[in-house]
């Protein structure tokens, strides 16, 4: 029994030698075994198996695809400082898993010398309001050098993005005013245009109401001409001439006219003069001046002809 006792550091050191012999992958992850600093083999997920004391896991290597943010300032073409944060995305590639543990020992220092060279020699070519516009023309620059320098190395770039364009504090300050200031000056057009019609929509109307307003008052005058016309055919039935017809009409229109006027509280109309004997005097008057106007046609229609004969 003693002589066991003696055996069991050997058979525990055994078990750990045993036992180291076997590790364990994990998904999307590559292993990379060496013999005695040597490269052997590549390990894919799962359980695997290396020689204890002769082999060991140089390192591991994710197969993942994963992302690298990169800020660079540089000057645009307009002398404007600005700050772009590229975001990189990025993956060893299976089959190249070697070339990516040995070939390069720091791949995000390399992928971002890339990424400051490319972008400090498109931006400067461009203006501020370019770099917004073509931002992707600048990311896939990017990636099209970049592929073309990780794929010796092992990386495939998956993507570039322009995630972040940040100009200096004044600039962007000065960039606010300008579209504040078009904006203003494109709501001043629209409310100009607005008042502008609004003018010539009320002068339409107003002459409109004008021409409707002109349209009645000549409707009024042409029914009370009928109506007086039909007052003196009614008094000549009963063997009132024309001429006393109508300086019945004229007085009976005088005394309604006052009688209105005495109605009114408030009014200041004062009709002058207000005697019968003036509504008589105004008809007659009205009589004359008709009869010369029909004589002085008269002379002009004569005249007219004798000239032409």
């Given at each position: 029994?003693?002589?066991?006792?003696?055996?069991?550091?050997?058979?525990?050191?055994?078990?750990?030698?045993?036992?180291?012999?076997?590790?364990?992958?994990?998904?999307?992850?590559?292993?990379?075994?060496?013999?005695?600093?040597?490269?052997?083999?590549?390990?894919?997920?799962?359980?695997?198996?290396?020689?204890?004391?002769?082999?060991r896991i140089a390192g591991k290597l994710s197969l993942k695809i994963q992302q690298l943010?990169?800020?660079?300032?540089?000057?645009?073409?307009?002398?404007?400082?600005?700050?772009?944060?590229?975001?990189?995305?990025?993956?060893?590639?299976?089959?190249?898993?070697?070339?990516?543990?040995?070939?390069?020992?720091?791949?995000?220092?390399?992928?971002?010398?890339?990424?400051?060279?490319?972008?400090?020699?498109?931006?400067?070519?461009?203006?501020?309001?370019?770099?917004?516009?073509?931002?992707?023309?600048?990311?896939?620059?990017?990636?099209?050098?970049?592929?073309?320098?990780?794929?010796?190395?092992?990386?495939?770039?998956?993507?570039?993005?322009?995630?972040?364009?940040?100009?200096?504090?004044?600039?962007?300050?000065?960039?606010?005013?300008?579209?504040?200031?078009?904006?203003?000056?494109?709501?001043?057009?629209?409310?100009?245009?607005?008042?502008?019609?609004?003018?010539?929509?009320?002068?339409?109307?107003?002459?409109?109401?004008?021409?409707?307003?002109?349209?009645?008052?000549?409707?009024?005058?042409?029914?009370?001409?009928?109506?007086?016309?039909?007052?003196?055919?009614?008094?000549?039935?009963?063997?009132?001439?024309?001429?006393?017809?109508?300086?019945?009409?004229?007085?009976?229109?005088?005394?309604?006219?006052?009688?209105?006027?005495?109605?009114?509280?408030?009014?200041?109309?004062?009709?002058?003069?207000?005697?019968?004997?003036?509504?008589?005097?105004?008809?007659?008057?009205?009589?004359?001046?008709?009869?010369?106007?029909?004589?002085?046609?008269?002379?002009?229609?004569?005249?007219?002809?004798?000239?032409?004969?």
């Amino acid at each position: 029994m003693e002589n066991y006792i003696y055996y069991i550091p050997f058979i525990f050191l055994a078990l750990i030698i045993i036992i180291s012999a076997f590790f364990v992958v994990k998904q999307q992850t590559a292993a990379i075994i060496e013999r005695f600093g040597r490269f052997e083999a590549i390990r894919q997920s799962g359980l695997r198996f290396k020689i204890p004391l002769v082999d060991r896991i140089a390192g591991k290597l994710s197969l993942k695809i994963q992302q690298l943010d990169v800020i660079i300032e540089t000057k645009t073409l307009d002398d404007v400082f600005v700050r772009l944060k590229v975001s990189v995305q990025y993956k060893v590639i299976k089959d190249k898993v070697y070339d990516a543990f040995y070939k390069l020992d720091y791949p995000h220092d390399q992928i971002t010398s890339y990424v400051f060279d490319v972008v400090r020699a498109e931006v400067p070519k461009m203006k501020l309001d370019d770099v917004f516009v073509r931002k992707d023309d600048v990311a896939i620059a990017v990636k099209s050098e970049l592929n073309d320098a990780m794929m010796e190395y092992g990386y495939d770039i998956i993507k570039t993005l322009v995630t972040d364009i940040d100009p200096d504090a004044q600039v962007k300050a000065a960039m606010n005013r300008i579209n504040a200031a078009d904006r203003e000056k494109t709501a001043a057009q629209f409310e100009g245009d607005a008042a502008r019609i609004l003018i010539v929509e009320k002068a339409k109307a107003e002459a409109e109401s004008k021409r409707l307003q002109g349209q009645g008052i000549a409707d009024q005058r042409r029914e009370i001409a009928r109506g007086l016309e039909e007052s003196v055919e009614v008094l000549n039935k009963v063997g009132i001439n024309s001429q006393e017809a109508s300086a019945l009409i004229v007085v009976t229109q005088h005394y309604d006219t006052l009688q209105s006027i005495g109605q009114e509280t408030n009014s200041n109309l004062i009709l002058l003069p207000n005697s019968p004997q003036a509504g008589s005097q105004m008809l007659n008057d009205m009589v004359a001046s008709f009869t010369a106007s029909n004589q002085i046609g008269e002379a002009m229609k004569n005249a007219k002809k004798k000239k032409l004969e």
